[in-house]
């Protein structure tokens, strides 16, 4: 946990939620551990007593996250890269648990580097399979997106909806990863907990709608571009909610894949975030649409997933979106270093 | 069209189906186009005159199966294989349409090489549509599987089941490749036709469960092994049908992304088939079961496709499942070259 008064997260686990294995400390590596909701994971694990190794190649994960692990002796980071098998394979030896969180994870570029998806998260993905394989490691969470439902018919969508057709290279890299993680548990005896996430918000939110209506305010209070019409109806989820939902659903796992929605009871447009934005900020822009049902080529106009059966674990998130958004713009204003980096 | 009294395909074209584009001629490149769907592919392209490039790297193909394609004026091979980025995008230039049937095709060995679906189907997926990208070419088709539907909940199994698991790296990869060219379709505008296979019999099947029998009953005609229990149910489909409904469907095309399950309207058990065999062969073998539901890790106890839509476009298949299981084993008592060259 964080020293109070930090602009660091502030969350404290409720008793509902023991984490990996609270009886047993476990080698726990994160890949992807630098980023957002990595190193808000790192820094769970860590309080819930558990060794981790970040594997990062701070590629936009940021040192600065990992200020309070790094001061823990159960901790230390690797800086490479997934697609360096050989120390990717060095590092997954003597580890119990995979928490696979790296990724190219931006949706919206994907039509600009068409092989950086397939990539960073497919063969990546792979590697990492791979490496478990060599290593006899077992047990992966992955963090996959609700973005694999492409254009989804049913609403709220469930894990089992009507077989999707993708309409972006990120959700078909990530449905890709999915697959190759469910065969590689059907294959080599693999525990595979699989989340389909909505959009993360929280403390260390480094790129999303937030993240770009504030800096584009900051620059200018008076008018604000708005991609795609602002009717576009999506979810969102506060990191340490999501974090909970994982831990639960890794502990519970039974199945060789248990796959998981995670995201609230509600959505909102992206015109209300806009308004809950603007009124904290006190700024009343005109707002500029680019117009069109989608924000860019393969946005998905509404994304509402039923998390029934996260939920029948116990879970239930404790952040409205209105809720974690504000508490998102609330720390982007005191990291404007964050703001400028990634400018 | 085949010499009358060869092994080969003698299969004559009915006047529903008039391929791809009979009013004119098109550019036609075909990948895995030595392959055993390919080939049939190839000579019925030809025989509607179009211009044909085969791009294969013969690993499975045969030289043999393009020896009627070669007296062709409009055709032409290229020995590559998909990997090679720079002789795939050479070639890609001037085509009109992909048929993109090249893959590592085999199911069962998925867990003995466990980068082989991934690099084969789809890698090399990616560097078509990249290729199709670059140069301009708007239009694929491409051979998915009925394994992209795992073990489904629902039979006949339709496109729009129940979002599956997958169980085998092959599924994996093909779903991956699915992925991919429907995220093609939506960023950059190509149209694609995807067609998921039951298994595929007739002349130059050259893999799968008629071939490992007639294999075995040619070496001990007295016993044969049997994977699994013999219970299995599975499909098949023969070979002119399965071109007949990919040419319908393709010109047919309308949608950025059309998906086809292509199969009969009946299923079979493992030991119907054997029945069938021993008889054509006069054989009465021992059965020796391996036991288990499943042949192999990955294999589908139970595969039914509800092929609905292709019918719709006024396609149905002309042989049962048990007319294309004796015509692929006539087929193989009269090519034992093929049956020595896979032992």
């Not at 594997?55 to 980071?77: H, I, K, M, V």
């Not at 974090?243 to 502990?251: G, K, N, P, R």
């Not at 029934?308 to 270093?337: K, V």
Request: charged share 20%; proline share 4%; net charge negative.
């Amino acid at each position: 946990m964080q020293p109070s008064g930090s602009s660091e997260p502030q969350f404290v686990s409720n008793d509902t939620v023991e984490g990996v294995n609270s009886a047993a400390r476990e080698r726990v590596l994160v890949t992807g551990g630098a980023g957002f909701i990595g190193s808000n994971l790192v820094d769970r694990l860590l309080a819930l007593g558990h060794e981790v190794t970040v594997y990062d190649n701070l590629s936009t994960g940021q040192f600065g996250f990992l200020e309070t692990a790094s001061q823990s002796p159960r901790f230390q980071l690797v800086q490479s890269d997934l697609l360096d098998t050989h120390s990717l394979r060095r590092v997954m030896r003597e580890q119990d648990l995979v928490f696979h969180l790296a990724a190219n994870a931006d949706v919206r570029f994907g039509i600009d580097h068409p092989a950086r998806d397939l990539e960073q998260n497919t063969i990546a993905t792979h590697n990492v399979l791979e490496a478990m394989r060599l290593a006899s490691v077992q047990r992966i969470a992955f963090s996959s997106t609700g973005s694999v439902y492409g254009e989804p018919s049913v609403f709220p969508t469930p894990e089992g909806c009507p077989f999707p057709i993708q309409t972006s290279l990120y959700g078909a890299s990530k449905i890709a990863a999915e697959a190759l993680i469910s065969a590689y548990a059907h294959g080599f005896g693999l525990q595979a907990s699989i989340f389909r996430f909505v959009s993360i918000l929280g403390e260390r939110y480094s790129h999303g709608h937030v993240f770009d209506f504030l800096r584009k305010l900051t620059n200018d209070p008076t008018r604000l571009e708005i991609l795609g019409n602002g009717k576009q109806r999506k979810s969102y989820l506060y990191v340490q909610d999501c974090i909970d939902a994982m831990l639960l659903a890794v502990s519970n796992a039974q199945d060789a894949v248990s796959i998981y929605n995670l995201g609230t009871n509600e959505y909102c447009t992206v015109n209300d975030s806009v308004g809950w934005i603007c009124e904290a900020l006190g700024v009343n822009p005109e707002r500029e649409y680019t117009g069109g049902e989608r924000g860019w080529i393969g946005d998905s106009p509404f994304i509402f997933l039923d998390c029934s059966r996260i939920r029948a674990l116990g879970w239930q998130p404790r952040f409205s979106i209105r809720d974690g958004i504000l508490s998102t713009l609330r720390y982007l204003q005191g990291a404007g270093w964050l703001l400028q980096a990634r400018a």
